[in-house]
């Protein structure tokens, strides 16, 4: 929980300034893109501007999580400038609630106005077979530690948001046309937020979908709130890399998890790359 407001609004401002020196004279690009699990290749399909570790940026926590980079990039995507994150920051790794957004309000104090959100997720609706992508209409998360507990920085947003449209309708209407266009499988859904790193029990699926949750992973929800309340667009992606518990047929496996997240990256690549083209 942040105990010192200005020391933390200061280490955000310090991370911020960092990342603007190494855009040099550029303009800040408007859209930073978080890439999950098969999403790192779109990191070098870009002309980069820059690309720094997050250990270079000052106060940035450390991304331990297996598959992710952990580094920042800048540069031109299909067109557009772009930020991307390869590689985020969970939970589950024991990073206190405040660091896995630090880098979302580093993003909106200099100037970023969309965060594209992209994950791996496990099906809980019949139908979420994968490989198969999701454009995310709502969460559910209402049993999850808020990522705005304790004081509210009041220059970012208000103590008590509105979350009735969190995922913006005109932008998860883009994604299924460019997903249409490219013969890609996407359809909407609720993602449920678990804070891992366990997976979660048939029971607790059971639960899930008895909630109205159509497919759950362990990222994505923290910042997608943290970024509302800060007034920014939020556009979430998940890639169905497995049936949930007690709906799949075998065991959950980290590496099914990554199999299906490389096998089906070049389609993820080409709608995201499609989708901010048409931005
Ligand atoms: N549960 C939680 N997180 C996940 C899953 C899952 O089934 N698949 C990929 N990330």
């Known amino acids: 929980m942040i105990t010192n407001k200005e020391e933390y609004f200061a280490s955000l401002k310090r991370a911020g300034d960092y990342i603007k020196s190494c855009l040099g004279d550029r303009k800040v690009p408007e859209i930073c893109l978080v890439l999950g699990s098969g999403l790192g290749p ?30 920042l990039t800048a540069g031109n995507l299909s067109g557009k400038d772009v ?23 580093v993003m909106k104090m200099i100037g970023v106005k969309m965060l594209f959100l992209t994950n791996a997720a496990g099906g809980i609706r019949q139908d979420m077979v994968p490989p198969q992508f999701v454009a995310i209409e709502d969460h559910l998360s209402f049993y999850a530690e808020s990522v705005l507990r304790g004081p509210n920085i009041d220059e970012l947003g208000t103590r008590f948001p509105d979350q009735s449209n969190v995922y913006d309708k005109k932008y998860i209407a883009l994604l299924e046309e460019c997903a249409k266009d490219l013969k890609i499988n996407l359809t909407r ?25 159509d497919c759950v992973g362990m990222s994505t929800v923290p910042e997608a709130i943290c970024a509302n309340h800060m007034g920014m667009k ?4 998940s890639c169905i890399t497995n049936m949930a518990a007690g709906i799949s047929k075998g065991p959950l496996s980290e590496k099914e998890v990554l199999d299906t997240a490389a096998a089906a990256s070049d389609q993820s690549c080409a709608l995201v790359k499609e989708f901010i083209k048409r931005l």
Do not use: N
């Not at 678990?194 to 979660?200: D, I, L, M, N």
């Open 189 to 213: 859904g609720v993602y449920a937020y678990t804070k891992g790193p366990q997976y979660e029990t048939p029971a607790e699926i059971r639960a899930l979908r008895t909630l109205g949750a």
């Open 42 to 71: 779109l990191a070098d399909m870009c002309e980069p501007y820059f690309s720094v570790p997050y250990t270079d940026i000052p106060d940035f926590p450390k991304s331990t999580a297996p598959g992710h980079a952990g580094k």
């Open 83 to 105: 930020f991307m994150m390869s590689g985020r920051f969970h939970y589950y790794e024991g990073h206190p609630i405040e660091s896995i957004v630090f880098y979302v309000r």
């Open 234 to 237: 939020v556009v979430a992606v």
